[in-house]
């Protein structure tokens, strides 16, 4: 089974502060995304990373950035969180193979930006 | 940019009902998948249907594609409360297939 695992379930940060959401996955998949999720608005990709220190701006990547060191971890960081950052953060992964095009989420991170 | 959109935004539907909904997109795809949210959760993959393909099916899951009207339907029948979720569709274009587009997804209620 393909695991995807999120640093945390709910974060709470202050506006100014830079914060780092983690992804980490068990098997050795190229392909990792950043989505965030707000209502009615569905799901849209802030960046992806396609291979170790391999980058690629999503629709939205704007008062992000990301970190790829090593293949099984794909960090988001919110350089100076603001208040319209407070969103659910989506990490997904692709399995290599017949299976590539399916993705696989991570639980998701609830960020609150005060 | 958001390429799918999901009709209707809600749907309450009776436990043993069918439940459809719809999703539209604007340009030509490779693929088209649809996937299932528990509140609070990641989202599950349910499906997968190509673009040279009519229609699928997957335990009681049933999946239509009309690439001439740009659109998509997934249909659930005989529903469980354990159903009651929030489905998203998601395309590939054909330049680029592991990048998906989602809708702001049709939620689902089932009511015991």
């Known amino acids: 089974d393909v695991k995807v695992t999120q640093s945390s379930r709910y974060l709470v940060k202050r506006t100014g502060e830079k914060v780092f959401l983690e992804c980490v996955q068990d098997m050795d998949h190229e392909n990792m995304f950043w989505y965030r999720q707000d209502p009615g608005l569905g799901l849209r990709l802030i960046y992806f990373s396609y291979d170790v220190k391999m980058k690629e701006k999503g629709d939205i990547p704007e008062g992000y950035s990301v970190s790829r060191e090593k293949k099984e971890r794909f960090s988001l960081i919110l350089e100076s969180a603001s208040t319209n950052q407070t969103s659910m953060y989506l990490c997904?992964?692709?399995?290599?193979?017949?299976?590539?095009?399916?993705?696989?989420f991570g639980p998701g991170t609830r960020l609150l930006v005060l | 940019s958001q390429q799918g959109e999901e009709d209707p935004q809600a749907l309450s539907i009776q436990e043993g009902e069918n439940a459809t909904m719809n999703c539209s997109y604007k340009?030509?795809?490779?693929?088209l998948q649809w996937y299932r949210q528990n509140s609070g959760r990641g989202l599950v993959h349910l499906i997968l249907i190509r673009s040279n393909e009519r229609e699928k099916h997957s335990g009681r899951l049933r999946v239509t594609l009309d690439t001439s009207k740009k659109s998509s339907s997934l249909l659930i029948t005989a529903s469980r409360e354990a159903d009651t979720a929030s489905y998203f569709c998601?395309?590939?274009?054909?330049?680029?297939?592991?990048?998906?587009?989602f809708g702001a997804g049709t939620t689902v209620t089932v009511r015991a």
């Open positions: 998601a395309t590939a274009r054909p330049s680029n297939d592991y990048k998906l587009s």
């Open positions: 997904a992964i692709t399995s290599p193979g017949t299976a590539r095009e399916t993705q696989y």
């Open positions: 340009t030509s795809i490779n693929n």
